[in-house]
């Protein structure tokens, strides 16, 4: 039996305690009316484990004696069974002599056996009650005796009477046997380590008696209304009976149910049955009625730790392998970035294009054209007023009309994917040497003392830099979901980052999650919030989880309210606090558990705590630990005392500066009984922490805290999971500090537009994560790691030098490998990998004079036929690079022939076949999937045509109509005469 029950069965008789004085952190257990200054070991005990020895040695006596009273009581019995026998003989005989007629004098029955042994005085009715009771009937809890009416009615002759005393007799024997035998059995197997025979007997008593026993009056409180959600089984009942053995029974005999694969982790069978099974933790849905009963009922008594001796003795490190002890199956397997983000990180461009990949910033800069070309009319009428106005103001400024000033809007180039690298390499340049004055003052050309002239021109023109910020657009407006989603102004890159954040990031074993802020203080922006502790009090919150080594983000989330939409009126928030962790790790990791066992530490804050989500998290296969919050459901009530229902006295409060009688370091645990990983704590610093956690230990450990007033640094004793909490929180505030704390895009550049900002925050974030790559890629490399500041230098000196064939060399390679370098020597020599090369087969010339090089059909022109007006045509170019897939050895079935003329028009711009092949369709990579007569046209390998002539077998010219027919269209048509093609390959 646990102390605490034992306890409180001994508070019940009238003990006593008192708390440790001086040194001492024993509490002193006194008997009912004795002092300190009686005998020790007998009228009073020190400490917890000397009144258990005590209390060990009672029930050992207890138990032998009750023993020796069960053999004992069967001789003693038989004896008072044959005295009443020969009483009952006489007195019938007695009686029957004074009845009957007077015959012949007959002797009375020699004495058997057991009547040898009779006493010579008669038993009395006062003797036989004073002993164990007699056995009448069949009944073996039949204890009345029978009067003696009932005595003269049950037999009819003293034979009779004699057999059915024998009969209950052997009953009675066997039954003292079956005592004895349990009995021994008891004692063995609470030597064998088994159940203990005193909590054996406990609960005979309990079943016997068909109520509760002593201990169990003592422990189990009055039923509540909140009870009316249990089973029909008083659950308070059956918890407290698993209490009573939950530390020593094996879990062989609690019920089966489907637990998840960690064993270590098994709820309480009663509590799975109470909340309506293990899917009820997992979904959350855990009743309120359960956690105030859980609160009341569902913790261990208080232990309280204090740090004088554990700070007198010398420090011991914590040992390598203890967080796997603490953490049992905790993951021990590889994690941090992905093979091919370390191999797309030979470069910090290449880093950061990994996770802001080309095709992206090409999507954001086709949603940049249309939303100018969209809001033109607008843009017109806004410049014809300023011009109307300026003219009143002055004559010789004239205003120009609509019309022109809509022609010269209508002749800026379309915006480009590269364009908006090179506009966010410079920006990096105003966050490295920032300028607070307006970004045009970048490209002045005079210097005023020691402020130099802008060098911002030398990449790009301030009017093209300034169409390029007023257009910036990601999602268009006409969408259905811009009026329920209020992210979706930036949708399209959040749910591009979340993805790459995810695929470039093996999660570690510990992770972090925390609250992060973008900030904006716009009143457009509905995404807005305000929290105090942050440096930036006012913005847009993010959800992170993040690594706590390198405070990589694995994973953000935008929160955009507990309101869907304008007109909605939800009072509880099902989108923040422990819903946001739930749903932010079953993004990464999936709905369901590792099925190996492995399981991961989750640590937050109290924003996120409580019972309930640590119990889901368990289920999932995270461990948590974070601070929480006094008014969570489920808490101790011992620990943190609640007001009750009709109670008129308030609960005390806890303070909340540290009293001067405890100690600074001082904790007090409370363990849960039903969920063994769970535990409660208070930490006693300068003021009161209570933390709440799975798994852990509370082991005593030390922190290095420093004095707000002096400065001093100060060794503070604390609990293994506070220092754990400690050393492990900060994976989100450290990717705060580099992101917000010197070197920012957000807070470099103002915008009017608050989506805009938003968007620079979101760049920050994947520089940050592109960052923390690099430098793991320099790592596996053995190079030294790169300081922050150099970073972004060299990122900015990369992204400002990009030019059309550094693009279309990142479109094309899926590693993203090739990216400039400070030099530029990379970007000269990715001009020549893909040229027009003229093709070195020649035929005669017309009329047999001279000779041309042979042609061959345009892939390009072939697949597009039929989808505009511009008629197809041959080429005698193809590129030195691209090559199609075939079978074929023959080195003319691989190449790529590409017109350079100008005839199709791609997403409104006049392009060549060669530009349309590797810049529209990146290398061919994403060739439109055509039709023609109803059948998809393919773009298909073919070697080129034999023709049979007189004097023998050459290859000859192909015509335009038969490659378009046979060798781009999947229409097999009649072939040509004399024409044999010995391969042919999709």
Same mark, same amino acid.
């Given at each position: 039996m646990a102390f605490q029950a034992r306890w409180r069965e001994l508070k019940k008789a009238g003990w006593t305690s008192k708390k440790p004085t001086g040194l001492s952190v024993d509490i002193t257990y006194l008997r009912p009316g004795k002092t300190k200054k009686d005998v020790r070991g007998q009228d009073y005990f020190i400490g917890e484990e000397e009144l258990m020895k005590y209390l060990?040695?009672?029930?050992?006596?207890? +138990? @032998?004696?009750?023993? #020796?009273?069960?053999?004992?009581?069967?001789?003693?019995?038989?004896?008072?069974?044959?005295?009443?026998?020969?009483?009952?003989?006489?007195?019938?005989?007695?009686?029957?002599?004074?009845?009957?007629?007077?015959?012949?004098?007959?002797?009375?029955?020699?004495?058997?056996?057991?009547?040898?042994?009779?006493?010579?005085?008669?038993?009395?009715?006062?003797?036989?009650?004073?002993?164990?009771? =007699?056995?009448?009937?069949?009944?073996?809890?039949?204890?009345?005796?029978? $009067?003696?009416?009932?005595?003269?009615?049950?037999?009819?002759s003293a034979e009779d009477l004699q057999a059915s005393r024998r009969n209950l007799d052997a009953a009675f024997e066997d039954a003292d046997d079956s005592d004895d035998a349990s009995a021994d059995s008891d004692l063995d197997a609470d030597d064998e380590g088994g159940v203990s025979a005193?909590?054996?007997? @406990?609960?005979?008593?309990?079943?016997?008696?068909?109520?509760?026993?002593? @201990?169990?009056?003592?422990?189990?409180?009055?039923?509540?209304?909140? %009870?009316?959600? !249990?089973?029909?089984?008083?659950?308070? /009942?059956?918890?407290?009976?698993?209490?009573?053995?939950?530390?020593?029974?094996?879990?062989?005999?609690?019920?089966?149910?489907?637990?998840?694969?960690?064993?270590? /982790?098994?709820?309480?069978?009663?509590?799975?049955?109470?909340?309506?099974?293990?899917?009820?933790?997992?979904?959350?849905?855990?009743?309120?009625a359960f956690l105030k009963d859980m609160g009341e009922q569902g913790w261990s008594e208080l232990k309280t730790q204090t740090p004088y001796d554990y700070l007198m003795q010398p420090y011991e490190p914590r040992a390598p392998g203890s967080m796997r002890v603490d953490y049992p199956n905790l993951y021990d397997g590889e994690s941090g970035p992905t093979a091919r983000a370390l191999e797309a990180a030979s470069t910090p461009s290449g880093a950061f294009f990994y996770f802001m990949q080309p095709a992206l910033w090409d999507d954001i800069a086709e949603e940049s054209t249309d939303y100018f070309e969209e809001s033109i009319d607008e843009r017109v009428d806004g410049q014809h007023a300023k011009q109307v106005a300026r003219e009143r103001k002055d004559s010789n400024c004239k205003a120009k009309s609509r019309e022109r000033i809509r022609d010269e809007l209508l002749k800026a180039p379309p915006i480009t994917g590269r364009e908006l690298c090179v506009f966010i390499g410079l920006l990096l340049a105003r966050s490295i040497a920032p300028n607070k004055e307006k970004l045009a003052h970048h &490209?002045?050309?005079?210097?005023?003392?020691?402020?130099?002239?802008?060098?911002?021109?030398?990449?790009?023109?301030?009017?093209?830099?300034?169409? !390029?910020?007023?257009?910036?657009?990601?999602?268009?407006?006409?969408?259905?979901?811009?009026?329920?989603?209020?992210?979706?102004?930036?949708?399209?890159?959040?749910?591009?980052?979340?993805?790459?954040?995810?695929?470039?990031?093996?999660?570690?074993?510990?992770?972090?999650?925390?609250?992060?802020? !973008?900030?904006?203080?716009?009143?457009?922006?509905?995404?807005?919030?305000?929290?105090?502790?942050?440096?930036?009090?006012?913005?847009?919150?993010?959800?992170?989880?993040?690594? &706590?080594?390198?405070?990589?983000?694995?994973?953000?989330?935008?929160?955009?309210?507990?309101?869907?939409?304008?007109?909605?009126?939800?009072?509880?928030?099902?989108?923040?606090?422990p819903a946001a962790v739930v749903r932010n790790l079953q993004q990464v990791f999936g709905p369901t558990p590792p099925p190996n066992g492995d399981m991961r530490l989750v640590v937050m804050d109290r924003f996120y705590s409580s019972v309930p989500l640590s119990m889901q998290l368990l289920t999932m296969g995270f461990y948590s630990i974070g601070t929480v919050?006094?008014?969570?459901?489920?808490?101790?009530?011992? /620990?943190?005392? #609640?007001?009750?229902?009709?109670?008129?006295?308030?609960?005390? #409060?806890?303070?909340?500066?540290?009293?001067?009688?405890?100690?600074?370091?001082?904790?007090?645990?409370?363990? $849960? +009984?039903?969920?063994?990983?769970?535990? =409660?704590?208070? &930490? &006693?610093?300068?003021?009161?922490?209570?933390?709440?956690?799975?798994?852990?230990?509370? %082991?005593?450990?030390?922190?290095?805290?420093?004095?707000? /007033?002096?400065?001093? %640094?100060?060794?503070?004793?604390?609990?293994?999971?506070?220092?754990?909490?400690?050393?492990?929180?900060?994976?989100?505030?450290?990717?705060?500090?580099?992101? !917000? %704390?010197r070197y920012s895009l957000q807070l470099c550049m103002k915008y009017k537009k608050y989506y805009k900002g938003l968007f620079l925050g979101l760049v920050d974030l994947a520089i940050i994560n592109a960052y923390i790559v690099y430098n793991a890629a320099r790592a596996a490399a053995n190079l030294p790691k790169m300081r922050h500041v150099k970073f972004l230098k060299q990122l900015h000196l990369e992204l400002s030098q990009l030019s059309d064939e550094d693009w279309e060399a990142l479109q094309s390679d899926e590693k993203l490998q090739a990216t400039p370098s400070k030099e530029g020597t990379t970007a000269r020599a990715r001009r020549a990998d893909h040229a027009p090369v003229p093709n070195d087969e020649w035929r005669p010339g017309n009329n047999n004079q001279g000779r041309k090089r042979r042609t061959r059909v345009c892939k390009v022109c072939s697949l597009l036929k039929g989808t505009s007006s511009a008629r197809g045509g041959d080429s005698s170019t193809y590129c030195s690079k691209c090559e199609l897939p075939t079978s074929s050895k023959k080195p003319m079935a691989r190449r790529v022939f590409l017109c350079k003329k100008k005839r199709h028009t791609v997403k409104g711009e006049l392009l060549s076949c060669f530009d349309i092949w590797h810049k529209a369709w990146r290398n061919g990579t994403l060739a439109p999937a055509l039709k023609s007569g109803g059948k998809k046209r393919v773009i298909r390998a073919r070697a080129p045509a034999i023709r049979e002539v007189d004097d023998g077998v050459e290859e000859g010219e192909e015509s335009e109509s038969n490659e378009q027919s046979g060798n781009e269209s999947s229409v097999e048509g009649d072939r040509p005469a004399k024409r044999v093609r010995p391969d042919a390959t999709d």
């Open positions: 060990d040695k009672i029930d050992i006596a207890a +138990l @032998e004696a009750k023993k #020796k009273a069960r053999r004992d009581g069967s001789a003693n019995a038989a004896r008072r069974r044959q005295a009443g026998n020969a009483a009952v003989a006489r007195k019938r005989a007695t009686k029957d002599s004074s009845t009957s007629e007077p015959g012949p004098q007959h002797p009375p029955p020699p004495p058997t056996s057991n009547a040898s042994r009779v006493p010579d005085h008669p038993s009395t009715p006062s003797s036989a009650a004073t002993g164990p009771a =007699v056995i009448h009937g069949v009944s073996p809890h039949d204890t009345t005796v029978p $009067a003696e009416s009932d005595t003269e009615d049950s037999s009819g005193r909590e054996d007997e @406990e609960s005979k008593e309990y079943l016997a008696g068909g109520g509760q026993s002593a @201990e169990e009056i003592s422990i189990v409180p009055q039923p509540t209304t909140t %009870q009316a959600i !249990l089973p029909s089984l008083n659950l308070t /009942l059956r918890m407290t009976m698993a209490t009573m053995r939950i530390r020593r029974l094996t879990t062989s005999i609690l019920p089966k149910y489907n637990y998840p694969a960690h064993s270590e /982790l098994r709820f309480d069978g009663e509590l799975i049955s109470a909340i309506g099974g293990v899917a009820s933790i997992t979904s959350g849905a855990v009743p309120d &490209w002045r050309t005079t210097e005023e003392g020691a402020i130099p002239r802008g060098s911002f021109g030398r990449f790009m023109t301030r009017d093209r830099i300034m169409h !390029l910020s007023r257009n910036l657009h990601f999602s268009s407006n006409n969408n259905h979901k811009a009026a329920s989603d209020r992210a979706w102004k930036l949708r399209p890159v959040i749910d591009a980052l979340q993805l790459q954040f995810a695929a470039g990031y093996t999660p570690p074993a510990i992770m972090a999650f925390d609250e992060a802020m !973008l900030p904006s203080r716009s009143t457009f922006n509905r995404m807005r919030v305000y929290i105090k502790d942050k440096p930036h009090k006012w913005g847009t919150k993010l959800f992170m989880l993040c690594c &706590w080594t390198t405070a990589y983000c694995i994973r953000f989330e935008v929160y955009c309210g507990k309101k869907e939409r304008a007109g909605e009126s939800n009072s509880t928030d099902h989108k923040s606090g919050r006094t008014d969570r459901q489920g808490l101790s009530t011992k /620990l943190i005392p #609640k007001k009750k229902k009709g109670d008129k006295k308030k609960p005390p #409060k806890i303070p909340k500066n540290r009293p001067a009688s405890i100690e600074r370091g001082t904790f007090i645990v409370a363990d $849960a +009984l039903y969920v063994d990983a769970m535990r =409660v704590l208070r &930490w &006693w610093d300068t003021r009161s922490v209570h933390m709440l956690s799975t798994g852990g230990s509370v %082991q005593p450990d030390h922190i290095v805290r420093r004095d707000k /007033l002096t400065g001093e %640094q100060q060794e503070v004793m604390c609990p293994r999971i506070v220092k754990d909490y400690q050393t492990y929180m900060g994976g989100v505030d450290v990717h705060d500090q580099l992101r !917000l %704390q």
